[in-house]
């Protein structure tokens, strides 16, 4: 197993380092010129070259990208002479503030969203699916399917919208949704992101309870599942011990990506919201073209969803004991 760790690791450091190569190489050398950006609207040639040279980009290009790497692991001075402590994302663009500090002062926003979602929509497709699952081919079976279908197919910015309407505006049973940390007030986080919640578990739900019930079927017709009703096990048990545990497998895995994408933002959700998380930061930055801000999101991105793949393949083991790592 420690073995197998130090080979993840050392994986999941090589396919982050691509990433920012690519990265880096999308938003600093293929559009316009960072330092005219930098600069802004009344620049002379010679503010450009002066702004050139403080960023550092009058450099090799394998100078600025080996620079940006040890920046990000251990600070660097930047060629104004601005120290930009570690972890060193650059500086934005629009309010020159660390882009490291931009992420964290967003992440909690997006670590609640998505875990409050990602909770709500497990439970919820899990429990459809096993339910749909067990009576297949009844009138609740294909209610259920034709209910999921209908929720999967329509996008998220229209159940915003439409929760928006129906919770806030016509009701008023729920505030406008506004982020509030839960180390202030914990019942007011909840009810701030009630509606958040609710428009994202709503498409991922649909989409885990046909993969649960597909799973689930598939593995109650398998035939140690017949071997233990014949043995007199409960119902309970044999869906329970034996189904559902073996159907989960491909259902982590989607639920580490699924959970690894989120917490680096929903931007869509966020956007529609107002909710000051990465996907909101990720969209003003692709908006005003600010390069340091959406490099910085995309390997948070990258590293949340390496790093979910690493605990999901550890996870396989606790869930399926023919796996074993070496």
Not at 75 to 81: E, V
Request: charged share 15%.
């Amino acid at each position: 197993m420690i073995v197998y760790l130090a080979r993840r690791l050392l994986a999941a450091a090589g396919i982050l380092l691509v990433i920012c190569a690519v990265t880096f190489l999308i938003f600093y050398v293929i559009p316009a010129d960072p330092a005219l950006q930098a600069c802004g609207k009344t620049c002379t040639p010679e503010r450009v070259a002066d702004v050139r040279a403080q960023m550092g980009l009058d450099r090799p290009i394998h100078e600025q990208f080996g620079a940006y790497v040890v920046g990000v692991f251990a600070g660097r001075t930047l060629g104004s002479g601005v120290e930009c402590g570690f972890p060193c994302f650059g500086f934005s663009y629009q309010n020159s503030l660390p882009v490291w500090d931009l992420l964290v002062d967003r992440l909690g926003a997006s670590v609640s969203l998505a875990i409050g979602a990602a909770l709500l929509w497990l439970v919820t497709g899990l429990a459809i699916g096993v339910l749909s699952a067990l009576r297949q081919g009844t009138r609740l079976d294909r209610s259920l399917m034709v209910a999921t279908l209908t929720s999967a197919s329509l996008p998220v910015y229209f159940v915003a919208m439409l929760l928006l309407l129906v919770a806030v505006r016509v009701t008023g049973i729920l505030p406008y949704p506004a982020y509030v940390p839960p180390g202030e007030d914990l019942a007011a986080w909840a009810s701030n992101l009630v509606l958040p919640w609710v428009t994202l578990a709503a498409l991922y739900a649909a989409l885990y309870a046909r993969l649960s019930r597909a799973q689930m079927i598939e593995t109650l017709a398998e035939p140690y599942i017949r071997t233990a009703r014949a043995k007199g096990l409960p119902e309970r048990t044999v869906v329970v011990k034996h189904g559902m545990r073996a159907a989960m497998t491909p259902i982590v895995t989607i639920f580490g990506m699924d959970l690894g994408g989120l917490l680096a933002g929903a931007m869509i959700t966020e956007t529609v919201f107002g909710l000051p998380g990465i996907g909101r930061l990720a969209y003003d930055g692709i908006v005003k073209s600010d390069q340091p801000v959406i490099l910085g999101t995309t390997l948070l991105a990258a590293f949340f969803i390496v790093f979910a793949n690493l605990v999901v393949d550890l996870l396989y083991v606790l869930i399926d004991p023919r796996v074993r790592y070496s």
